[in-house]
T-cell receptor, first 115, second 114 residues
Framework: AQKITQTQPGMFVQEKEAVTLDCTYD???????LFWYKQPSSGEMIFLIY??????QNATEGRYSLNFQKARKSANLVISASQLGDSAMYFC????????????FGTGTRLTIIP | DSGVTQTPKHLITATGQRVTLRCSPR?????VYWYQQSLDQGLQFLIQ???????AKGNILERFSAQQFPDLHSELNLSSLELGDSALYFC?????????????FGPGTRLTVL
């Protein structure tokens, strides 16, 4: 069963607009972590933001925020005031704490910012 | 710069050959993870080492093996290479274990098998 689902293969957004990248997950583990990574065309994986399953507040890191809706099992990434440099692949990932510590990744969303 | 280094950056080899990919984790990180990113399989976890010992295994082929040395650097050995092994191989490291244990990725080694 797919544990991380990213339903948007590609998105085009006007520069300076906000964008939401969708991520839903499936787990029976009560303790888990959710991560977002950015992969620019150069290939490296850049950690953006983390949300723990027991965190009461949504995580924020600069222009990135995570809209965590536990009951719906969704962890959407919101990028405010998008910039041309935000064009990249974005991956949602999950770690289940009672399993091993591997990250399970979604298939990614390719975000293109239009000037 | 994540602080995780990987060498080589690119590797081109032939089917049937053997290669070794090297990873140095961030200073102070005890855990090393290996991931494979290919077009058909996406990003997949291969194996994890913690402080020199194997901790978890994912979808790692028997032709692949890894180890973590006393200085905490790790090597991933790929043997009897096939065309389908062409991929981007990432190493990631983290401090250790725990719920909010971020994994920081190296720049990757792009392997091309001809």
């Amino acid at each position: 069963a797919q544990k991380i689902t990213q339903t948007q293969p590609g998105m085009f957004v006007q520069e300076k607009e906000a964008v939401t990248l969708d991520c839903t997950y499936d787990t029976s583990d009560p303790s888990y972590g959710l991560f977002w990574y950015k992969q620019p065309s150069s290939g490296e994986m850049i950690f953006l933001i983390y949300q723990g399953s027991y965190d009461q507040q949504n995580a924020t890191e600069g222009r990135y925020s995570l809209n965590f809706q536990k009951a719906r099992k969704s962890a959407n990434l919101v990028i405010s005031a998008s910039q041309l440099g935000d064009s990249a692949m974005y991956f949602c990932a999950m770690r289940e704490d009672f399993g091993n510590e591997k990250l399970t990744f979604g298939t990614g969303t390719r975000l293109t910012i239009i000037p | 710069d994540s602080g995780v280094t990987q060498t080589p950056k690119h590797l081109i080899t032939a089917t049937g050959q053997r290669v070794t990919l090297r990873c140095s984790p961030r200073s102070g990180d005890l855990s090393v993870y290996w991931y494979q990113q290919s077009l058909d399989q996406g990003l997949q976890f291969l194996i994890q080492y913690y402080n020199g010992e194997e901790r978890a295994k994912g979808n790692i082929l028997e032709r692949f093996s890894a180890q973590q040395f006393p200085d905490l650097h790790s090597e991933l050995n790929l043997s009897s290479l096939e065309l389908g092994d062409s991929a981007l191989y990432f190493c990631a490291s983290s401090v250790g274990q725990g719920a909010n244990n971020e994994q920081f990725f190296g720049p990757g080694t792009r392997l091309t098998v001809l």
